[in-house]
């Protein structure tokens, strides 16, 4: 008898494994199915950011062409002649004169800073190297620029 009741419970207990490994497959495949929602969440975020930081270049790119297109308007009513001679004179060398004055002044500030370098005992081209700085180089490449650049457009018109 005792026999007969291991049997029974050994059967059942047979029968109930396929079941036990269904669920334990079918909680695998929750725990992925949760796993792959979480990635595909993940993934539309990122979709989301991508989209608004691209919105937001198009509009910076967008301020950026109204505010040069604002700039060649205000250039363009420059430099009108009103039919004046003085104040058309006027108007013609306000620019090149402020230019020519702080170009002046800057290189009177560099001949200074020279002649103090020398006083204090530095070489020559000591001084001249160590007055030449980045901001000089910022400086002189911004005016070759400005010339260079502008006399392509000059030309092109």
Known sequence: MLLSILSLLGGGLLRLLPEVFSFM??????????????????????????????????LNAEQIVHMFDAQAEALKSQMQVTGDKLVDGLNFLVRPLTTYYFLLLYGAAKVAMFVLALQGGISGWDAILKLYTDQDANILAGILGFWFVGRTFEKKQ
């Open 25 to 58: 497959n079918k909680k695998t495949d929750n725990e992925h199915e949760l796993a792959m929602m979480d990635k595909q969440f993940a993934l539309e975020q990122l979709k989301g950011a991508n989209q608004q930081a691209l919105v937001e270049t198009q």
